[in-house]
């Protein structure tokens, strides 16, 4: 599902970093566990294509995600993989339902309002479809930063520091939560964080 080789990076004026080899396989939940500063979101930019390395590969479904053009790699990450941030990032002059219907026109995938509703009535926010991510609770905020990551029925979803920023009784909701979330969708979840609060949701951990 997930594999990479002899991962580098090097940001501007300092030392390459050099990435452990990881293997993911299916639906085998993973977690990059490690403190500020140690490389786990870099690393997962990289296996998220967001990032290109300096040096090594990375495979997705057995493509070589870096061997695509710049174009092709969006449009492959757009089809094949969802991402939940810390911050929502929703575009603010649109409503909820407009950003997630974004998300599949990015993919080139149909604009399906019903797909929509039916993602948002299984995440209890439907009633927020016409409302604007100012008018949202960080919590609603999640929930629909959750429905755009999954809206295009992706198989792997990437979360970074989903939990940083909640108290114990909110992380393991939202732990509850993404996980229903990647069992109905058939994902493999890799999530990036210093939080081990959540370690032990996941049989498959990377320590960085």
Same mark, same amino acid.
């Given at each position: !599902?997930?594999?990479?080789? &002899?991962?580098?990076?090097?940001?501007?004026?300092?030392? /390459?970093?050099?990435?452990?080899?990881?293997?993911?396989?299916?639906?085998?939940? =993973?977690?990059?566990?490690?403190? #500020?500063? #140690? @490389?786990?979101?870099?690393?997962?930019?990289?296996? @998220?294509?967001?990032?290109?390395?300096? $040096?090594?590969?990375?495979?997705?479904? /057995?493509? *070589?995600?870096?061997?695509? =053009?710049?174009?092709?790699?969006?449009?492959?990450?757009?089809?094949? !993989? @969802?991402?939940?941030?810390?911050?929502?990032?929703?575009?603010?002059?649109?409503?909820?339902?407009?950003?997630?219907?974004?998300?599949?026109?990015?993919?080139?995938?149909?604009?399906?309002?019903?797909?929509?509703?039916?993602?948002?009535?299984?995440?209890?926010?439907?009633?927020?479809?016409? $409302?604007?991510? &100012?008018?949202? $609770?960080? @919590?609603?905020?999640?929930?629909?930063?959750?429905?755009?990551?999954?809206?295009?029925?992706?198989?792997?979803?990437?979360? *970074?520091?989903?939990?940083? +920023?909640? /108290? *114990? =009784?909110?992380?393991?909701? +939202? !732990?509850?939560?993404?996980?229903?979330?990647?069992?109905?969708? /058939? +994902?493999?979840?890799?999530?990036?964080?210093? *939080?081990?609060?959540?370690? #032990?949701?996941?049989?498959?951990?990377?320590?960085?």
């Amino acid at each position: !599902m997930i594999r990479s080789e &002899n991962l580098t990076f090097k940001y501007p004026n300092a030392a /390459d970093l050099k990435f452990p080899i990881v293997h993911i396989e299916k639906n085998k939940h =993973s977690l990059l566990l490690g403190e #500020s500063g #140690s @490389g786990k979101t870099t690393l997962l930019h990289l296996l @998220g294509g967001l990032s290109a390395p300096t $040096s090594g590969k990375v495979f997705i479904n /057995d493509t *070589d995600i870096y061997a695509l =053009s710049e174009q092709e790699r969006d449009l492959f990450r757009a089809k094949n !993989m @969802g991402f939940i941030f810390q911050d929502a990032h929703l575009l603010k002059n649109l409503t909820i339902e407009e950003n997630i219907l974004l998300a599949q026109y990015l993919a080139k995938e149909k604009q399906d309002k019903k797909a929509v509703a039916d993602i948002l009535n299984r995440l209890q926010i439907e009633e927020k479809s016409n $409302s604007y991510p &100012n008018q949202l $609770s960080r @919590g609603q905020l999640q929930r629909a930063a959750i429905a755009r990551a999954v809206i295009n029925k992706p198989k792997v979803l990437i979360a *970074d520091e989903p939990t940083a +920023a909640l /108290d *114990d =009784s909110n992380t393991a909701h +939202a !732990m509850d939560l993404i996980l229903q979330i990647v069992a109905n969708y /058939d +994902a493999t979840l890799l999530i990036a964080t210093h *939080d081990t609060r959540i370690k #032990s949701y996941f049989a498959n951990t990377y320590q960085l």
